[in-house]
């Protein structure tokens, strides 16, 4: 079971034929709560897998004991107070209940629940979303379970998301029928990217390489040292390869540069490098972050230094 998903979309759809959501910086899940279980959902991720364990205080539904299947998002928010998916990564992955109790402690979810496709044994993926959003927010769920906001003007609300640092907007017909595993043109979602600058601390080389730049990996300097930011590959053309590698080689280095630790995944074939270069990334988190989302090299900042990023 896997959810409907949306096509990236270049431009807000307007008329009164559309709907409009906050796209949402977390963890998509489906939540199916059958009777006769107590109310205990089961979580789903996007790609099936059951991931009940990991989210104790979403597990257990607000409706009780009541038939129900929908879609949402799992958030939690970052020190600023927005939804940030970096705070979530440290539970995604969680097998164990007594880490899973502990982590929903000290990193509490929201469940943000944004389409109905079962209640109380009815089948509704075939209604059109605008009634499946007025039996959804019938129920008025509140607490750990909430039903975000729909909007009609999509200009507006991609305005105030980009203002407030948000993900972007999501933008739906609101006759669309609800479709598992499958990718509609009926959702449209726009997402945000910030550019922020990054000191280079390390390379890897294209796989089946050795000396082929094909990634680098990124710090941001803080009071506490270099911290590790995340690995960017995406834009790195041959053109860019070549300029990198000119720029990074002479400051190669038998050791990670990083405060902090990188991730085995991440620091596996890297060639560490002293923190010189400075380079522009386009990523769809909002500063500060963890771990950058879906980063992008943008070019070299040959004007700036890593002291200007403190």
Do not use: C
Request: net charge neutral; charged share 25%; aromatic share 6%.
């Amino acid at each position: 079971m896997r959810p409907m998903l949306a096509t990236k979309g270049t431009h807000v759809p307007t008329g009164p034929e559309w709907m409009h959501e906050v796209k949402w910086d977390g963890v998509r899940i489906l939540a199916d709560v059958a009777a006769g279980r107590d109310g205990r959902a089961r979580l789903f991720t996007r790609n099936g897998n059951d991931a009940s364990l990991a989210w104790p205080e979403i597990h257990l539904s607000p409706l009780g004991d009541r038939d129900v299947l929908v879609d949402g998002e799992i958030i939690g928010l970052n020190d600023e107070g927005l939804p940030d998916f970096g705070v979530l990564q440290e539970r995604m992955h969680v097998r164990s209940a007594s880490t899973a109790a502990r982590l929903s402690e000290r990193t509490p979810a929201t469940y943000m629940v944004f389409d109905i496709m079962r209640l109380d044994g009815e089948d509704l993926t075939a209604l059109p979303l605008s009634e499946r959003r007025a039996r959804l927010e019938g129920l008025g769920l509140d607490g750990s379970w909430q039903v975000p906001a729909a909007y009609d003007d999509g200009a507006m609300l991609l305005n105030a998301t980009r203002q407030q640092g948000l993900e972007g907007i999501v933008s739906k017909r609101r006759s669309s029928p609800y479709t598992f595993d499958a990718r509609s043109p009926q959702w449209v979602k726009l997402a945000h990217r910030h550019r922020y600058s990054y000191v280079v601390a390390g390379w890897r080389p294209q796989e089946g390489t050795r000396d082929r730049l094909a990634s680098v990996l990124v710090g941001e300097p803080t009071a506490d040292g270099l911290m590790y930011r995340g690995r960017v590959g995406s834009g790195i053309g041959g053109a860019a390869s070549r300029l990198l590698t000119e720029l990074v080689k002479p400051f190669e280095m038998s050791e990670s540069p990083f405060a902090d630790e990188v991730p085995a995944v991440d620091a596996a074939g890297t060639h560490w490098v002293e923190p010189r270069v400075v380079i522009d990334v386009d990523t769809l988190s909002r500063s500060p972050v963890k771990r950058l989302r879906q980063p992008s090299y943008r070019g070299v900042r040959s004007d700036i230094g890593p002291g200007d990023l403190r």
